[in-house]
C-alpha cells in the first residue's frame, strides 16, 4: 500500500473550486465538476481511507460562510466565559452577531497580542462531520481561510506586513505589525476583480502608510495581480504563496 493513504487529507471548499490533498498529492476534480460538499465528496471517494487506520481530516473553508472579527488584547479577562463574551461583543461591534444555529471560536496566536474570533454556521459543521464519518475519517479542524492564515502564516517582528486572500468574490487582507495581528478587511469582488483589489489596497494604506512585505495567496493556485500591490506599495517584498500554505 502507498504510504500516501495513510496520510491525512485536506480539503478545501470554495465557491468555484473545491480540492484535496492526500498527504503531498492532490486530487485533481473532474473538468466541470461543481465546487461544494457532494464534490468533497467524490473527492474523498476516490482516496477512501483504511478503516483500520485513523485519519485525520482538516477543512479550509471560504470565509464567505465565516463571521470574524479582530480580538484586541485585554488584561482583565481572566476566565473562559468572559473570554466568550468578549469576542461575542466584538462581532456585534462589526455587526456580525452571532445567534443560534452559529459556532463560536476566539484564540490568540501571542500571548499579549491581538487575537482573532471566527463563527461559522453549525449546520455546515454537521454536514463535515457526517462526511468525515461517511468516508472514515477523524475531522479535525474546520478553518474559514482568514483564521487559518491568521494561525499559519509565518510571523517575523518586521514593522509592517500585509497578507492578501483572492477568493472568487472577495479579496481578504490581513495586516499585521511587529508581529502581530492589527487589522482585517475585506472587499467584495465582482467582474472588475482588479478594482476591487486597488480598492482594498488605497483603503490598507490610508490604515498603514508603510508595508515591508505583502504576501499573496489565491484560491484557485493562481497568482494576485502585483500591479495594485507595488503601487500601493512600491518598497514592498512581494510573495506569491503557495497553494497549501493553510495546511
Same mark, same amino acid.
Given at each position: 500500500?502507498?504510504? =500516501?493513504?495513510?496520510?491525512?487529507? $485536506?480539503?478545501?471548499?470554495?465557491?468555484?473550486?473545491?480540492?484535496?490533498?492526500?498527504?503531498?498529492?492532490? #486530487? %485533481?476534480?473532474? *473538468?466541470?465538476?461543481? $465546487?461544494?460538499?457532494?464534490?468533497?465528496?467524490?473527492?474523498?471517494?476516490?482516496?477512501?481511507?483504511?478503516?483500520?487506520?485513523?485519519?485525520?481530516?482538516?477543512?479550509?473553508?471560504?470565509? /464567505?460562510?465565516?463571521?470574524?472579527?479582530?480580538?484586541?488584547?485585554?488584561?482583565?479577562?481572566?476566565? !473562559?466565559?468572559?473570554?466568550?463574551?468578549?469576542? /461575542?461583543?466584538?462581532?456585534?461591534?462589526?455587526g456580525a452577531t452571532v445567534a443560534a444555529g452559529?459556532?463560536?471560536?476566539?484564540?490568540?496566536?501571542?500571548?499579549?497580542?491581538? @487575537?482573532?474570533?471566527?463563527?461559522?454556521?453549525?449546520?455546515? =459543521?454537521?454536514?463535515?462531520?457526517?462526511? $468525515?464519518?461517511?468516508?472514515? &475519517?477523524? &475531522?479535525? %479542524?474546520?478553518?474559514?481561510?482568514?483564521? +487559518?492564515?491568521?494561525?499559519?502564516?509565518?510571523?517575523?517582528?518586521?514593522?509592517? $506586513?500585509? =497578507?492578501?486572500?483572492? /477568493?472568487?468574490?472577495?479579496y481578504t487582507s490581513l495586516r499585521f505589525e511587529?508581529?502581530?495581528?492589527?487589522?482585517?478587511?475585506?472587499?467584495?469582488?465582482?467582474?472588475?476583480?482588479?478594482?476591487?483589489?486597488?480598492?482594498?489596497?488605497?483603503? %490598507?494604506?490610508?490604515? +498603514?502608510? !508603510?508595508?515591508?512585505? *505583502?504576501?499573496?495567496?489565491?484560491?484557485? @493556485? @493562481?497568482? #494576485?495581480?502585483?500591479?495594485?500591490?507595488? !503601487?500601493?506599495?512600491?518598497?514592498?517584498? =512581494?510573495?506569491?504563496?503557495?497553494?497549501? %500554505?493553510?495546511?
Amino acid at each position: 500500500m502507498s504510504p =500516501l493513504w495513510l496520510e491525512r487529507r $485536506a480539503l478545501g471548499i470554495f465557491p468555484g473550486r473545491t480540492w484535496l490533498y492526500t498527504g503531498r498529492q492532490l #486530487v %485533481s476534480p473532474p *473538468i466541470g465538476a461543481v $465546487a461544494g460538499v457532494a464534490l468533497a465528496d467524490m473527492l474523498l471517494a476516490q482516496r477512501p481511507a483504511p478503516r483500520w487506520w485513523p485519519l485525520h481530516l482538516d477543512v479550509t473553508l471560504s470565509d /464567505e460562510i465565516a463571521r470574524m472579527v479582530v480580538l484586541p488584547w485585554q488584561d482583565t479577562l481572566r476566565t !473562559a466565559a468572559q473570554q466568550m463574551r468578549y469576542a /461575542e461583543a466584538c462581532l456585534e461591534d462589526v455587526g456580525a452577531t452571532v445567534a443560534a444555529g452559529w459556532t463560536m471560536q476566539y484564540g490568540y496566536r501571542r500571548h499579549g497580542k491581538a @487575537g482573532m474570533a471566527y463563527a461559522l454556521p453549525v449546520v455546515e =459543521l454537521e454536514r463535515l462531520r457526517t462526511l $468525515a464519518a461517511a468516508h472514515h &475519517l477523524r &475531522l479535525r %479542524s474546520v478553518l474559514p481561510v482568514a483564521a +487559518a492564515a491568521y494561525w499559519r502564516y509565518p510571523l517575523a517582528q518586521r514593522r509592517a $506586513a500585509l =497578507l492578501l486572500l483572492a /477568493e472568487a468574490g472577495r479579496y481578504t487582507s490581513l495586516r499585521f505589525e511587529h508581529g502581530a495581528l492589527a487589522a482585517v478587511d475585506v472587499q467584495p469582488a465582482g467582474a472588475e476583480r482588479d478594482l476591487a483589489l486597488r480598492r482594498l489596497m488605497r483603503r %490598507s494604506q490610508a490604515q +498603514a502608510s !508603510a508595508i515591508e512585505r *505583502i504576501g499573496s495567496w489565491s484560491f484557485d @493556485g @493562481g497568482a #494576485v495581480p502585483c500591479d495594485p500591490l507595488a !503601487a500601493s506599495y512600491p518598497d514592498a517584498v =512581494l510573495q506569491t504563496l503557495d497553494h497549501r %500554505s493553510w495546511e
